[in-house]
């Protein structure tokens, strides 16, 4: 999957399971609580690709994540390459065959999710709003780049940078400072949970199931077979599934914001 519809599918979990809990658990999130969810869970449903380093070719979703901050995250790409790769090895059993790239692997599994979860929730809990900021500005600036994309292109990495520090910033002056944010962690290990599955219904699959072995294999790519598998770039994915995706969004959008919007002007539904 290419890297706006990855982001899509983040906002797009992340909006429905707003509406959700709103709906049947009574759990009301404020607008800007629901906007930083939404964002940071696109940006985290484009984390795992941070694992493309900038030498991929140009179309690749992966090099589009790897640019958001220019060379500085082609670095961190670079970098989460080679630690993938060396877990790879220092992991691989006798049936998983040689790599020279670490592209989907470590930072497709659920092991991996749930650090970068736990990891966020632990540096929001120690260190609140300054954590938190840092978190958004990351997260903003691959969340910009996946969900417009175009826009992100033409505009370049400087002024994506300096968009998500922006609201980032903005967030950080409106958000309650008394508390922790589990949220926020969630919502990262949420959207990285996401990227996997968008990726398991590509050709290519995951390696969902590590660090369980199975057939001499730790490195078990999941995904569907052939003939039905999501072709990356293909009508199906750019027209059809993002279509769904944003359908699914506005939707669950406008159910958690028209109640609110309506009660404003005095009219009950
Ligand atoms: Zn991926």
Redesign the pocket.
């Given at each position: 999957?290419m890297g706006p519809s990855?982001a899509l599918s983040g906002a797009a979990v992340w909006l429905t399971g707003s509406w959700a809990l709103d709906q049947f658990a009574d759990y009301h999130q404020s607008p800007l609580a629901l906007a930083v969810g939404t964002a940071v869970c696109a940006g985290g449903a484009l984390f795992?690709?941070l694992d493309l380093s900038g030498k991929v070719t140009r179309n690749q979703?992966?090099a589009t994540v790897a640019r958001t901050f220019g060379v500085v995250s082609l670095f961190v790409a670079e970098v989460m390459e080679k630690i993938s790769l060396g877990v790879y090895y220092a992991t691989k059993l006798s049936k998983d065959p040689r790599r020279n790239n670490g592209?989907?692997t470590l930072?497709?599994t659920i092991p991996f999710t749930v650090l970068v979860g736990w990891g966020t929730t632990a540096l929001c809990a120690a260190y609140g709003k300054w954590a938190v900021v840092g978190i958004l500005f990351f997260m903003f600036g691959l969340a910009l780049r996946g969900l417009f994309d175009r826009w992100a292109e033409r505009a370049g990495w400087v002024i994506v940078t300096l968009a998500s520090a922006a609201a980032a910033w903005f967030t950080f002056a409106n958000l309650p400072g008394d508390r922790g944010y589990p949220l926020i962690g969630l919502a990262v290990g949420v959207g990285c949970f996401v990227?996997?599955l968008?990726?398991m219904i590509t050709r290519a699959g995951?390696p969902i199931l590590w660090p369980i072995p199975i057939k001499r294999r730790m490195w078990t790519m999941v995904g569907l077979p052939n003939s039905i598998a999501l072709r990356t770039g293909s009508k199906t994915e750019v027209v059809v599934l993002r279509g769904v995706l944003t359908a699914i969004s506005v939707l669950a959008a406008v159910g958690l914001v028209a109640p609110s919007v309506l009660r404003k002007f005095n009219i009950e539904i």
């Open positions: 999957m990855h795992p690709d979703g992966g592209h989907r930072t497709h990227h996997i968008g990726d995951v």
